[in-house]
């Protein structure tokens, strides 16, 4: 476990969670866990992790909700991942961007962890360096809705969270299941919504913001992404290893598509779904999907298909292409996407109130 975590026994366990109200211990051991060198924030681990990584070529990402030892009313959500020394830390990456936006959410608290209590050493550029940051929000994954409508407003509030992003000429690069999270609050802003994590890859790509660009620090290779969540076009590239195409705003709002089918099926692959009675579904069956799913939420997973569809033709000389199916090339916006789930959650919504 290293020496900046320390497992809570039986005893430590029942005292938190009598002092707390939450699950410590219960679950799976509870850690504390704190930065290491000259800092002295600690936290405690809530419960199961949020998110944990499995990839064997990953970053070995892990999420967890967390309390301050010191404060124990406050809750986080704190973020462990491996980096490579010559990029910029996540902590530090927070320094470039515009003003916050809710539902795009840098650490607050963070820094490499450190063993020796005299701070950080020099380490070799390509040497893998612990990272560990605390985010002042707590949150939980997509696929633990309560309601459609409740996910669908989230990944809504996430997705206008992005375009504020873009607006500002930043890309996330890394849109997966992992970093957009429900909120787990009584935050009148964030409750019933959601927010994205893990900015470390995002990359500015407009011009200087306050005489500083991102150009002088290492953000990785030209394709960045997880790949069950990664666009058609990035896909195509890792398989033929032609000229990488550039990353854009519609890759991501694809891959924004991916998370939300992944968050529910798997939500409907649970055991003894609510809408179905029945155990796991089989992810191909897609007419017993569709019957476990509300209509508005169908119509928008149809329409949002389509849009992939239209936005996967290639470009083609108008003669053609357009006489002969009647349709020219389509590009995800957020404009085109946000109304889609502004229709379904409109829907859900009149439905809820029946």
Request: with cysteine.
């Amino acid at each position: 476990m290293g020496p900046t975590v320390h497992m809570l026994n039986p005893m430590e366990a029942e005292r938190w969670q009598k002092s707390t109200g939450h699950s410590i211990g219960t679950e799976c051991p509870a850690y504390e866990v704190f930065l290491g060198g000259p800092y002295n924030q600690r936290w405690i681990t809530i419960g199961v992790p949020v998110y944990n990584s499995v990839s064997l070529l990953g970053r070995g990402t892990l999420v967890w909700n967390v309390f301050n030892v010191f404060e124990p009313h406050q809750y986080m959500t704190m973020k462990d991942t491996w980096r490579r020394a010559r990029r910029s830390p996540e902590a530090q990456t927070s320094n470039f961007f515009p003003n916050k936006h809710p539902h795009n959410l840098v650490g607050d608290i963070g820094s490499d962890v450190y063993v020796h209590s005299n701070g950080p050493e020099c380490v070799d550029r390509n040497h893998v360096v612990l990272h560990r940051l605390s985010i002042e929000k707590v949150g939980r994954p997509l696929w633990e809705y309560r309601s459609e409508l409740e996910l669908l407003r989230a990944i809504r509030a996430v997705l206008a969270g992005h375009q504020y992003l873009c607006q500002h000429h930043i890309l996330h690069r890394g849109i997966s299941i992992g970093n957009v999270l429900l909120a787990d609050t009584d935050s009148p802003e964030l409750r019933g919504k959601g927010f994205v994590i893990d900015l470390d890859f995002a990359l500015d790509s407009g011009p200087s913001n306050g005489g500083q660009q991102w150009g002088n620090i290492e953000h990785g290779a030209a394709i960045m992404g997880t790949l069950p969540f990664m666009a058609q076009a990035l896909l195509e590239y890792t398989v033929s290893q032609e000229h990488p195409p550039a990353h854009e705003p519609k890759h991501e709002i694809e891959s924004f598509i991916w998370i939300l089918c992944y968050a529910i099926l798997r939500r409907l692959s649970e055991p003894h779904n609510i809408r179905t009675g029945r155990g796991p579904l089989m992810m191909t069956n897609v007419p017993e999907i569709c019957c476990a799913l509300s209509t508005p939420t169908t119509n928008m997973l149809k329409s949002l298909s389509n849009m992939l569809v239209l936005s996967s033709i290639r470009a083609v000389p108008l003669d053609t292409h357009a006489q002969r199916f009647g349709t020219a090339s389509f590009t995800l916006t957020h404009l085109a996407v946000l109304a889609v789930f502004d229709n379904a959650i409109t829907a859900l919504t009149s439905l809820a109130c029946l």
